[in-house]
C-alpha cells in the first residue's frame, strides 16, 4: 500500500478547513467517544505526549490501521501528534508553562502565572505602510476570515532548547495579499503591545520596548510563516502570545514575535529588540544553524523539553528544503 507521508506542516487540501469547522469536528469526534475530554486538554496528560486525536491524526488512523475493524478501539487507532521527522509532540502543560515574554519576566516557568488574566479582547492588529490597502484587522476577523490549519513544528530557542508545537494559524502571505505592498515595500516590522498595566517586565531598563521582529519579504511570503491564534486547537494563552503571533519554524524562537498589534511594510531592514541589545549575538536573520556557534555557546545541539539526553540541531531547524534557497548565494555566517 503506498501512503503519501505528510510533512508535519502540510495538510491535506480536503482537510483545510476553517477555525470553527477544526473544532466543531473536534466535539463531533468528542461526542463519539473516539476522543477523551483529557485527550483534548493535553495538561491532563503526563509525558509521553497525549493521543491528541485531530484531523490529521484522524486521516493517518485510517490508513496506518488497517487491521482494526470499524469501530474496534485498538492503540494504533489514536496516533501520537508528531512532527514529520516522527517527533512527538510536547504536551499543553510544557508548551505553556516554559516561556520566554520578557514583557511579563525572564523567569521561564513564572511567565504563566504572571501572564494570567492579561487581557486580550478587544485586540487590533493594525497592518500599514508601504501598502496599498491599510486597514486596522480585529482580532476575531483574523480568526474567522482567513482559514486556520494545523502545523506540528518544531521550535529552537536561541538559548539551546527545543519543542514539538501543534499551533493553529493562516499563512501570514494571506494576510499581506489583502493588504497589497507595494514594490517599494522590502521588509515586514512586527511590533508587541507595551501594556505598562499588566506587563511588569516592561520596566526593566535593559531593553528597547516595545518587542520588534521583522522578515524579509520573501520570507515573510514563504508557506512556512505563520500567524498563529491558537495552539492543540484551543485560542492562545498569553503566555504564548495570546491573541496573535509569528512563527516561523526555521528560525530562533525569538523571531516568533508574541501579542502583535502592529504590522508595517518597510523599505528599510528593520532593528530588532534583540539586534539592538546585543548587535554582536544577535543578526537580523537569526536562521538556526548548528555549524554557526552563538558568541558565548555552541548551536550544534539542543535538549528537547522533556528528553534528558541533547540532541543534534538540524540546518535550519529541519526545514531546509523549504528555505534553503532563501538564501542561496548569502554567507549564513556574516548573515546570523
Ligand atoms: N514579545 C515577545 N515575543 C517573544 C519573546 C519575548 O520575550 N517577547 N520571546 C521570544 C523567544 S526567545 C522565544 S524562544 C519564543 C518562545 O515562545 P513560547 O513561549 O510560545 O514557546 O517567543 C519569542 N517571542
Ligand atoms: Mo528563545
Redesign the pocket.
Known sequence: MLIKKLKGYEIPSSEITSHSQYLNRRSFLKSLGLVSAGALLAACRPDPPPGYLDAQGQAAAATAAPTALPGEPTATAVPMLMDELGDPANTFEA?TNY?????FTTDKQMVARVAEGFPTSPWEVEVGGLVRNPGIYDIDALRNDFDHEERIYR?R??EGWS?VIPWNGFPLSKLLEKVEPTSDAKYVRFQ?VEDREHMPGLSSPWYEWP?IEGLRMDEAMNDLTLMVTGMYGEDLLP???APIRLVTPWKY??K????IVKIDLVAEQPTSLWMAAAPNEYGFYANVNPEVSHPRWSQATERRIGESSRRPTLMFNGYEDQVAHLYAGMDLRQNY
Not at 516561556?99 to 514583557?103: A, C, G, I, K, T
Not at 516568533?256 to 501579542?259: C, H, Q
Open positions: 508548551i516561556n520566554n515574554y520578557y514583557e521550535m530557542c536561541v519543542m508587541t518587542y503566555q504564548n502570545g524562537g525569538f516568533g514575535v508574541k501579542s
